[in-house]
């Protein structure tokens, strides 16, 4: 069962996709899918200056990984062919046609520097910021100020021109916005967009209203910063007489620490991807992190991109996208900025992490283990990731964070050691080194068994034993249960490394 709910994702290929925008398209998403309707994907690459090559592309690579995927896109195709702008070309022509015919749009042939004196010249009356509108029009080159043999006289000579929508001087305008509410402006604030341009395009906000007027669009879900455009948006629905979409603009992504909009300098700075995937500028070969090859898994990332503006209302965090599609409502967006938090998309993450399989875990681990040389069975690597899935953010932190199960440590934490081996304590350890070689069956109750008798023969409390182990072990003190990791890796290795431990820790206490 289908709705008549039309919803559409309109990227401009002006370069990568932010997260900002991959939130659009998921908020879109995830509306359609909630409400039965149909979800569209639209490119609207109308601005032949700003296009960057491969962005399309980028664009459509991020929607898949993220698993949000449209019903209708240049791609698929639909009903509504076709979905990218630059191939609509022919059909906006006729609209400003309308629009001038109504007359709700004229022609203006200012050039450029007839465009700059004009804001000169209101500069200097103390015109804070010069427009194109219903008070200066009347002194500009258009087809309101000239006589219409005038006008005729430049279409006829082929005269490069725009054409300009013709706003009410001082009107006000209301709209019902889903997550803002009512929002006014009045019509003295805006000024005389362009419309259609002279190299035969539209601009975006022509096609943007005329395309979603076609394709049937019922929910203009999008970002803050198109809000001043929609009172145009409004206008130019109203100028044709259409019925007007319901519109809900979505808070902003803001930096950390809430001080403004997120932008990749700040993911620079902070050291944290703001774009969904790698990106190399096709121009100036920079490069840009993505979050998937940073190790994200794309359902943490959308769980983490959901809450960016959203909550369910409760205590629930982990939402899976059946659940999201579920729970999703535009009443429970927010309208203030949501602050972009990277330790949380991590947490996120391990979340996720938790949840696979051993299994699968193992699979997944499997490739960064070999590219640094590991060869084991499935059963050591079961054991592994099962004991290290606590302590792991991303696949990749197996290896990082883990090496120790495959390698000895190559250098130990001193502090620990200087204030642990202590004469009277130190010399006992060589009677554990023999218990433990002993001990069999090599497995952690056992090794457990070994250490508390040796422990309790000498007199020993855990806080003298167990960082000994741990560090001569791992090298660490922070890691998986000390039982567990050292029957894994056996009796020989375990023993091994503990007498290693010992001789090198006999250097580091004696720094002192
Ligand atoms: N093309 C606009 C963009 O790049 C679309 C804005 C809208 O959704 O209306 O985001």
């Given at each position: 069962m289908s709705s008549n709910v039309r919803v559409r994702f309109a990227p401009s290929p002006t370069g990568p996709l932010h997260i900002g925008g991959v939130r659009t398209a998921l908020y879109n998403y995830l509306f359609a899918k909630k409400n039965k309707g149909t979800f569209i994907l639209r490119i609207e690459d109308t601005d032949q200056t700003r296009y960057v090559e491969k962005a399309e592309e980028y664009i459509a690579q991020s929607l898949k990984w993220c698993g949000i995927e449209a019903d209708e896109s240049p791609e698929k195709g639909g009903e509504f062919n076709p979905y990218r702008q630059s191939e609509r070309k022919d059909q906006y022509r006729q609209y400003a046609e309308q629009l001038l015919e109504s007359g709700h749009a004229y022609y203006a042939f200012d050039t450029a520097e007839e465009l700059e004196e004009m804001r000169e010249r209101m500069r200097k009356q103390n015109v804070p910021s010069p427009q194109y509108n219903a008070v200066s029009r009347q002194y500009m080159k258009n087809s309101l100020a000239l006589s219409a043999d005038e006008v005729k006289k430049r279409l006829d000579n082929g005269e490069p021109y725009v054409i300009r929508a013709k706003l009410p001087r001082n009107e006000e305008l209301r709209f019902e916005d889903e997550i803002r509410g009512w929002v006014v402006f009045n019509t003295g604030q805006l000024d005389d967009k362009v419309l259609f341009k002279s190299d035969g395009m539209p601009t975006y906000h022509l096609a943007n209203v005329v395309d979603d007027h076609l394709m049937k669009i019922t929910h203009v879900i999008?970002?803050?910063?198109?809000l001043p455009s929609a009172p145009l948006h409004v206008l130019l629905y109203r100028f044709f007489g259409w019925e007007q979409p319901i519109f809900a603009h979505l808070p902003l992504i803001l930096k950390p620490d809430g001080h403004g909009k997120l932008s990749k300098r700040d993911g620079d700075r902070l050291g944290f991807p703001v774009f969904p995937l790698n990106w190399k500028d096709p121009e100036t070969g920079e490069q840009s992190n993505g979050f998937k090859e940073r190790g994200f898994f794309p359902d943490a990332f959308n769980n983490m991109l959901a809450f960016l503006g959203w909550n369910p209302g409760t205590n629930q965090e982990v939402f899976s996208k059946e659940e999201l599609i579920e729970t999703f409502?535009?009443?429970?967006?927010?309208k203030s900025g949501a602050k972009f938090d990277f330790e949380k998309g991590k947490w996120f993450n391990q979340q996720y992490l938790k949840m696979q399989k051993p299994e699968t875990l193992v699979e997944l681990a499997s490739p960064v283990l070999e590219k640094n040389g590991v060869k084991k069975d499935d059963a050591f690597l079961r054991q592994f990731v099962m004991q290290m899935v606590e302590r792991v953010v991303f696949i990749n932190d197996f290896w990082s964070e883990g090496k120790f199960y495959f390698q000895a440590p190559d250098a130990y934490e001193e502090k620990m050691i200087r204030k642990k081996f202590k004469p009277g304590k130190k010399e006992k350890f060589p009677e554990l080194i023999k218990a433990l070689k002993e001990t069999d069956p090599f497995n952690a109750e056992s090794i457990e068994q070994t250490v508390k008798t040796f422990m309790h023969d000498n007199e020993l409390g855990f806080g003298d034993v167990l960082p000994i182990i741990r560090i001569a072990v791992s090298g660490i003190m922070q890691g998986p249960p000390i039982f567990e990791m050292a029957a894994l890796i056996g009796k020989e290795e375990t023993v091994n490394r503990l007498e290693k431990g010992l001789e090198a820790f006999e250097g580091i206490a004696g720094k002192d």
């Open positions: 999008r970002g803050e910063e198109w409502s535009l009443e429970r967006v927010g």
